[in-house]
């Protein structure tokens, strides 16, 4: 290659975009080798080559369509000075006729709603749709599905990939920080790949809310669960400790930064791919408009410093960026790269989808601070929507003003229509005093027949449910039911090699020999069909729960399982007001010695233990 035009011939593009040399690099500069770069692939010498980038030629831009875009800008600009000034007109006018105090409340309830809704704009645990139900597991090759906990508590569920090629206990460890949406089960491709190429075993950890993790997740949420992933990889003594690398894209890169700057001695490398110098720059680079630029740091709810972080980061590092990432500017990463301390560091830059080219260090240096740098323009269908909720809330402020007025005025009517009534009802008080006294005395009189009528039609009903329920116990069928008992407490019971939650039972209802209750089971005595019927009764504030119905065969045959899952029942719970029951039935032929069991497949669960809400049982039908 040509190190003074930055041409590159088709040879070398070819040769670098074998797995060996990609592995070369990155191993090159994650586990600090003592082999210079230029060997590694041969290419530009070491002295600034410190860039990945290729050419990009871009098209001259139309002039007229140029001179377009600034009128349009220039008239957006008037348009927002415009709508500026009569806020504040409008927001004075309220305040001298309409208080300041509910002023004040109103915005604050405003900006108390803004604060809250951060979460729903950074974190997608639930995209797709399916991301807390179903976390694809990785087939054919070696590894572990792990579960942890934080030290706040909070279960979170792990996937360690292992490399069995040759000498496995020296192979480095990279632990994956995926992104804002979607479970660990999405990446899996992605760590296929760095299992072959980079030779390394490689951890992927779901954030809490994520997958099967539990919790919410929060700034400081996602800081502990990568404390959690950490301490843990330091536990196991059949990885190499001394090779642990991190791997972040996107909000994944913010957390490695953080982890590593809090644990340089436990961390050999850093790579991060496409990730931010911070919220507060990402809301100033997506929002450009005049308030968000001036926003104190508190107002953020989730911040991610990394380019405070990252200063403190002086393992080697790796920094990848995108060109064709439509969210996350660029020069973010060329900011991270230049605020990096370590000797060892490396920017790959891919324009769109094109393989590495070229070393170079010519890109110019940008000022860290929020909104510096390039600024995508905004849609201006984006720009035309700020602008209408500005008006509508505006125009709310004045109506809320006239319905306080109307209100006003409506409880003085109401007062003088109150006073008029107590007027006339002195002179009608005296013209149906007679009429009311008869009245009162004729309907006594009506409600003590109608007592002693009711009374007689009683005694003969309590009669008659006698001989028709001697009759019908002649005609009784088995039955057992089993209701929650409230005097206990649930209990943790394994099944398919996971602890579910157990519920303690009493007998309730029992009738006939063919059903027995069996330490907390129904014990089958006769063989025939049966009904059986379950519910429970969840307090529990998790997305989902339910439980499952279990037949414990006696007579098992060749392969079979002893264990067989009759009923499911899945219930959707209520954030807000979490109490919702779950209830299933059918019918099943039972041999006798059969036993039937109800399990909850959640480590723990807040059910209530009332006998009417919470039952199990089973009627013999033939």
């Known amino acids: 290659m040509d190190t003074e035009s930055g041409v590159v011939s088709s040879q070398e593009l070819s040769s670098w975009s074998q797995p060996r040399h990609l592995r070369a690099v990155m191993l090159c500069v994650m586990l600090s080798e003592d082999v210079p770069l230029k060997n590694a692939i041969d290419i530009t010498p070491a002295v600034s080559s410190e860039t990945l980038v290729i050419p990009v030629v871009m098209e001259k831009p139309w002039r007229l369509w140029g001179a377009l875009e600034a009128c349009l800008l220039t008239m957006c600009a008037w348009s927002w000075g415009v709508c500026r000034v009569s806020l504040l007109a409008l927001i004075l006018t309220f305040h001298l006729y309409g208080g300041l105090i509910l002023l004040g409340l109103i915005l604050a309830s405003v900006a108390g709603i803004l604060y809250k809704f951060q979460d729903v704009l950074l974190y997608f645990p639930d995209q797709p749709s399916s991301s807390r139900l179903y976390v694809p597991m990785p087939t054919g090759i070696p590894h572990e599905n ?98 642990v690398v991190l791997f972040g894209r996107s909000l994944g890169g913010a957390v490695a930064i953080r982890l590593a700057s809090c644990n340089p001695h436990r961390v050999a490398a850093i790579m991060v791919e496409n990730t931010f110098l911070s919220i507060p720059h990402m809301a100033a680079t997506l929002f450009s408009f005049f308030p968000m630029r001036y926003l104190p740091l508190w107002c953020y709810k989730n911040k991610f410093l990394s380019y405070r972080h990252v200063a403190l980061c002086r393992m080697p590092s790796l920094f990848i960026s995108g060109l064709s990432d439509q969210l996350i500017p660029p020069v973010m990463m060329k900011q991270l790269y230049e605020l990096s301390p370590s000797r060892t560091k490396r920017l790959g830059i891919f324009p769109e989808d094109k393989l590495l080219s070229e070393f170079v260090s010519t890109m110019p240096a940008e000022d860290v601070g929020p909104g510096r740098g390039e600024r995508r323009r905004l849609p201006w269908l984006f720009l035309v929507l700020v602008i209408a909720a500005i008006t509508s809330s505006s125009l709310s402020v004045i109506s809320l003003y006239h319905v306080l007025a109307l209100q006003a005025e409506v409880e003085g009517l109401r007062a003088e229509v109150v006073r008029k009534r107590e007027e006339q009802s002195g002179t009608l008080e005296e013209t149906m005093s007679g009429t009311e006294k008869q009245t009162h005395e004729q309907e006594e009189k009506e409600n003590k027949e109608r007592i002693e009528y009711l009374q007689q039609n009683e005694m003969d009903d309590t009669v008659t449910d006698h001989t028709v329920l001697s009759k019908r116990s002649l005609e009784s069928q088995p039955c057992l039911q089993m209701m929650a008992d409230n005097k206990k407490t649930t209990f943790q019971k394994e099944f398919a090699l996971e602890l579910c939650t157990a519920i303690p039972w009493q007998v309730g209802l029992k009738r006939g020999s063919a059903l027995e209750e069996e330490q907390g089971t129904i014990l089958v005595k006769e063989e025939g069909f049966f009904f059986i019927y379950s519910q429970v009764y969840y307090t529990d504030s998790t997305f989902a729960m339910g439980h499952i119905v279990i037949r414990i065969k006696k007579n098992v045959v ?65």
């Open 146 to 243: 792990v579960y942890i906990r934080t030290k706040d508590g909070v279960r979170l569920n792990l996937i360690l990939l292992r490399y069995t090629g040759e000498n496995p206990a020296a192979a480095p460890t990279i632990l994956y920080f995926h992104g804002n949406a979607g479970n660990i089960g999405h990446r899996v491709p992605n760590a296929l790949l760095m299992l072959v190429n980079l030779k390394a075993n490689v951890v992927l950890v779901d954030y809490r809310g994520y997958g099967k993790s539990e919790g919410e997740p929060s700034e400081e949420g996602l800081y502990q669960d990568a404390e959690a992933t950490l301490d843990y990889i330091m536990t196991r003594p059949d990885i190499d400790k001394t090779k």
């Open 558 to 622: 060749g392969d079979e399982s002893q264990h067989v899952v009759l009923f499911r029942c899945i219930q959707s719970m209520n954030r807000v007001n979490h109490f919702n029951t779950c209830y299933t039935g059918g019918e099943l032929k039972l041999d006798s010695g059969d036993r039937l069991e109800l399990l909850i497949p959640r480590t723990h669960a807040n059910i209530s233990l009332d006998g009417d809400s919470t039952f199990l049982g089973a009627i013999k039908l033939a």
